[in-house]
């Protein structure tokens, strides 16, 4: 079956920039999202179709595509982004969806 | 505002059955794709099962296809899901979701906008 493979964790420094990267065979063809999940809570959308940001969310909030690879960047990094991010996408048929095995960012 | 409420988990014995609903409120439901997610706990988000708007079509997630069915019910706005032949590895918070249309000049692209917060579905003797 259809993987997204993200780095189980990252630390960064507040005021630092933040990478994440999710890689996955089928990204060429198919968008990417990004969902952010804080302890005891329901996931939140902060990057759909690779690089669009919802409305209420801050513009920190990048997103990235470069052939198998989409990146969420998070700049100037604040205490309170310190979640569980996971990448979204679907397999080349397009009726499957996946997600990522999730990155825990520490904010350190 | 958009609303998702899921109901129905509890503690069920290896093997058996449990039906999940999620009831929506605040949007026109059966203009929206609906997906079931689930967690582990401890562990990552997995995509479970979608239906489209009509209920024609649907599709699941390796570790529950065959045993488990999603349908609609557009007269109620509610979606569920049912869930048989459970294993120990099914026990998680199972999320209903809704899923949105982005469109754009390069292909629409769909993402999850609203989630309920979960029911919990614990499977055990």
């Known amino acids: 079956s259809y993987e997204l493979t993200q780095p189980p964790s990252v630390s960064v420094s507040p005021g630092q920039t933040a990478r994440i990267t999710c890689s996955g065979d089928?990204?060429?063809?198919?968008?990417g999202n990004w969902y952010q999940q804080k302890p005891g809570q329901a996931p939140v959308v902060v990057i759909y179709?690779?690089?669009e940001r919802p409305s209420g969310i801050p513009e920190r909030f990048s997103g990235s595509s470069s052939g198998t690879t989409v990146t969420l960047t998070i700049n100037e990094v604040q205490a309170e982004d310190e979640a569980d991010y996971y990448c979204?996408?679907?397999?080349?048929?397009?009726?499957?969806?996946?997600f990522g095995g999730g990155t825990k960012l520490t904010v350190l | 505002q958009v609303q998702l409420v899921e109901s129905g988990g509890g503690v069920v014995q290896p093997g058996g059955s449990l039906r999940l609903s999620c009831a929506a409120s605040?949007?026109?439901?059966?203009?929206?794709?609906m997906h079931w997610v689930r967690q582990a706990p401890g562990k990552g988000l997995e995509w479970v099962a979608v239906?489209?708007?009509?209920?024609?079509?649907?599709y699941y997630g390796d570790s529950v296809k065959g045993r488990s069915t999603i349908s609609r019910d557009n007269s109620k706005d509610s979606v569920y899901l049912q869930m048989d032949s459970l294993r120990a590895e099914d026990t998680a918070v199972y999320y209903c979701?809704?899923?949105?249309?982005?469109?754009?000049?390069?292909?629409?692209?769909?993402?999850?906008?609203?989630w309920g917060q979960g029911t919990l579905v614990t499977v055990s003797s």
């Open positions: 605040g949007f026109t439901f059966s203009s929206h794709v």
């Open positions: 089928a990204l060429p063809k198919q968008y």
């Open positions: 239906i489209w708007t009509d209920g024609r079509n649907k």
């Open positions: 979204q996408s679907a397999d080349s048929s397009g009726n499957n969806r996946v």
């Open positions: 179709k690779d690089i």
């Open positions: 979701a809704r899923e949105r249309v982005a469109p754009g000049p390069y292909g629409s692209g769909t993402y999850l906008d609203y």
